[in-house]
């Protein structure tokens, strides 16, 4: 699959490309993917993940938000014949504000690799929002994060930081698992921490809805 990418601009690290995706992919299996599934992903880029969900999921079951649009192109001109596309009718959106209520769907994953490790506080807390309203009851949110090396790490700023459809400059941000787990307790989501780090050294959480309390009979 490398091969066929040019990876100039594309905001992915090429020596991961295949990898990322495909264990990402695995992650998804094991947390429930079906292939009748509808899965967003925030920041979908040039696709190393979509790549094995577009293939595996029905048709009009992927949904990708992204602003860099030429990433998005990028990736279908590279990764997909125009036959498999046509069958599989990937769905796209460039919107920059994490928001997923323009395609109308409900969803059962929110997808977010290696975008909170970019985004503002302001922009994560969207990204749930958008979850909370348009996840289906019993969706999973599986997103990445790097956890702060000193208190003095977590990002305070209100900017996102690394490369988009507005800059070519390189960075990553941190963010606390404490504020992280207040954010998603005030919407009623509950987190599960993954162990270990992926192959691009970040560390990983599943969010749910809060399951109601049960009845006594």
């Given at each position: 699959m490398e091969n066929g990418v040019r990876f100039f601009?594309?905001?992915?690290?090429?020596?991961?490309?295949?990898?990322a995706g495909r264990q990402q992919f695995i992650e998804l299996l094991a947390?429930?993917?079906?292939?009748e599934s509808r899965v967003l992903e925030f920041g979908c880029g040039c696709m190393r993940i979509g790549y094995w969900l577009i293939q595996f999921l029905d048709p009009e079951c992927f949904y990708g938000i992204e602003p860099a649009k030429n990433r998005v192109e990028h990736g279908?001109?590279?990764l997909f014949s125009p036959a498999m596309l046509a069958e599989k009718k990937p769905q796209?959106?460039?919107?920059?504000?994490?928001?997923?209520?323009?395609?109308?769907?409900?969803?059962?994953?929110?997808?977010?690799?290696?975008?909170?490790?970019?985004?503002?506080?302001?922009?994560?807390?969207?990204?749930?929002?958008?979850?909370?309203?348009?996840?289906?009851?019993?969706?999973v949110f599986l997103a990445s994060y790097?956890?702060?090396?000193?208190?003095?790490?977590d990002y305070m700023g209100d900017q996102w930081v690394g490369t988009s459809h507005e800059s070519d400059e390189?960075?990553?941000?941190?963010?606390?698992?404490?504020?992280?787990?207040?954010?998603?307790?005030?919407?009623?989501?509950?987190?599960?921490?993954?162990?270990?780090?992926?192959c691009d050294s970040q560390c990983w959480l599943h969010i749910r809805r809060e399951s109601p309390p049960t009845q006594a009979e």
């Open positions: 601009g594309m905001g992915v690290p090429k020596e991961t490309f295949e990898q947390a429930g993917l079906l292939p279908r001109e590279y796209f959106d460039y919107n920059a504000v994490f928001d997923s209520s323009m395609f109308q769907q409900q969803f059962d994953f929110f997808l977010a690799r290696s975008i909170w490790t970019h985004a503002s506080k302001r922009q994560i807390e969207a990204t749930l929002d958008s979850f909370v309203r348009d996840a289906s009851e019993s969706a790097f956890p702060p090396e000193s208190p003095a790490d390189l960075g990553i941000v941190r963010h606390s698992l404490a504020w992280i787990q207040s954010q998603c307790l005030a919407r009623g989501l509950v987190i599960e921490e993954r162990e270990g780090l992926d």
